[in-house]
């Protein structure tokens, strides 16, 4: 099973889908569009959210970082009068020290991401959607900004004007995902912000033609007219998008197979070009969250 994943909604879907079936069956391709240096470690958030998912170190609270983290070396940063833009944890340094050391010795980030995986026990497939440096950037009122500057930095307070991916267009699915791409048939779009999380990943060159060819099933991030979580409804709204799973599914276009709404959204299934399916989708719990799976995967069958 392939499943597209950025942000915090797709891992708390994943978590559902493990108790469905074995971490060495789950491919997870995922955003690195959003990924920056941090005190000169190459900090990949939505890789490494997946990373500590699967190796039972996440902190299930926030949904990223390391669960019982310590921040002495943030702190220690903070009181010699330097701020990081993103608070890294103790032991989630380590992750983005090796990741850095490893491609500082020649190592691409796919590469850099399987050692790291072997080295913490994981039988999922975690693949970087792609190798060469991509990053989302924010116009806003106030100038360009990266992603972490707009929401970390800025809480997600300013205008936004649009959404661009620098470094696009050189872009492309590595290898490895092209290889999983061409043996598997089934991929799940998770409930993750379509703009910033899963849109990098379908801008790349040639996978919009890829998935037109594969069953896909997306949920939706959005409930009626507000995203779950996150930034995502001021970004679609800048980028031209309704803010609605009929936006979503929009957005996403022809790929799309099926759309997963929540039973509790107001919109009506004449908004879409596509079939529609209603379940809970609040994953708040672990047993929430593998209902749904539970119920996606019965979708495939059908």
């Known amino acids: 099973m392939i499943v597209l994943s950025g942000g915090t909604g797709t891992p708390k879907l994943l978590q559902g889908l493990r108790k469905m079936i074995p971490d060495e069956e789950i491919t997870v391709i995922v955003n690195t569009a959003e990924d920056?240096?941090?005190?000169?470690?190459?900090?990949?958030?939505?890789?490494?959210?997946?990373?500590?998912?699967?190796?039972?170190?996440?902190d299930v609270q926030k949904w990223w970082g390391i669960k019982d983290d310590t921040f002495h070396s943030n702190k220690a940063l903070k009181k010699m009068g330097f701020f990081e833009k993103l608070m890294i944890g103790d032991a989630d340094r380590a992750t983005c020290i090796l990741r850095s050391?490893?491609?500082?010795?020649?190592?691409?980030?796919?590469?850099?991401?399987?050692?790291?995986?072997?080295?913490?026990?994981?039988k999922a497939r975690i693949l970087p959607m792609c190798d060469e440096k991509v990053d989302t950037m924010i116009s806003t009122p106030q100038g360009g900004m990266h992603f972490q500057d707009f929401w970390v930095g800025k809480k997600g307070v300013p205008e936004v004007m649009d959404v661009n991916i620098q470094g696009i267009e050189k872009a492309k699915p590595t290898r490895e995902v092209m290889a999983v791409l061409n043996s598997e048939e089934n991929v799940i779009i998770g409930p993750s912000n379509p703009i910033t999380s899963i849109g990098p990943i379908l801008a790349l060159k040639g996978m919009r033609e890829i998935l037109t060819r594969k069953k896909v099933i997306a949920v939706s991030p959005v409930i009626g007219n507000s995203p779950v979580s996150g930034p995502a409804?001021?970004?679609?709204?800048?980028?031209?998008?309704?803010?609605?799973?009929?936006?979503?599914?929009r957005c996403y276009g022809d790929i799309l197979d099926l759309m997963i709404i929540d039973e509790r959204d107001t919109t009506v299934e004449a908004d879409f070009e596509i079939k529609t399916v209603r379940f809970d989708t609040m994953m708040t719990s672990v047993e929430k969250s593998g209902v749904l799976a539970k119920r996606i995967l019965s979708e495939f069958k059908s």
């Open 36 to 58: 920056i240096v941090v005190s000169g470690a190459l900090v990949s958030p939505d890789v490494d959210t997946i990373l500590y998912l699967f190796s039972g170190m996440l």
């Open 101 to 122: 050391e490893l491609m500082r010795e020649g190592k691409s980030l796919t590469e850099a991401t399987s050692q790291i995986c072997r080295s913490l026990g994981i």
């Open 233 to 249: 409804g001021k970004l679609m709204a800048a980028c031209g998008f309704e803010v609605s799973s009929s936006g979503v599914a």
